[in-house]
């Protein structure tokens, strides 16, 4: 007589992915493309990565495959972005860990953003960063000249400019060369 033990364990995702998301810090549903990110990530027991990631039309980049367990760090620069939007100008830390023997993803700490949201995804075997860009507030520029009737500059003018929809006044006053910046 011969007795057959067979042993069943869940084959579990051997990698996992670190995925950036780029969204309008103002609307979520709007996605920035183009923003650039240099990633780095150290595992215990694994080598140092360090790649340069660009988000697509989908304000997605993401690094596939990673291996390793224990605590893994993950340490985030946005380098440039999309025409229209600030640089995240804090670098971003994420501390996770996964466990060696069943690769579960736990404990988020180190996360030094407050821009920046962590989401953990077992089943998938994910992390995500959600990042939130600023939109890029550009002032209008407005250059006065004051000439006099000789064809001189009128110096030390006081010159106000009413702002629309009672967004209120604003006051300058010329220079020697009759120039006055709003």
């Avoid at 229209?84 to 466990?99: A, C, F, L, P, S």
Wanted: net charge neutral; with cysteine; glycine share 4%.
């Amino acid at each position: 007589k011969i007795n057959i033990i067979c042993k069943y364990a869940k084959v579990e995702k051997p990698f996992y992915n670190f995925v950036i998301h780029t969204i309008d810090k103002n609307s979520e549903s709007i996605k920035v493309k183009d923003a650039k990110y240099n990633v780095e990530v150290y595992s215990n027991n694994s080598e140092i990565i360090k790649k340069e990631l660009v988000t697509n039309q989908d304000g997605i980049a993401q690094i596939d495959k990673l291996a390793g367990s224990g605590e893994i760090s993950f340490v985030i620069n946005q380098i440039a972005t999309n025409n229209g939007y600030k640089i995240q100008g804090n670098e971003i830390v994420v501390t996770i860990n996964r466990d060696k023997n069943t690769n579960k993803i736990s404990g988020v700490a180190n996360k030094t953003s407050k821009n920046a949201e962590v989401y953990i995804d077992n089943k998938r075997q994910e992390i995500s960063l959600v990042i939130a860009n600023d939109k890029k507030v550009e002032k209008n520029a407005i250059r006065i000249e004051l000439i006099g009737e000789a064809n001189e500059n009128l110096e030390n003018i006081k010159v106000k400019l009413e702002q629309p929809l009672d967004l209120g006044i604003i006051e300058a006053t010329t220079n020697t060369e009759g120039l006055a910046n709003i």
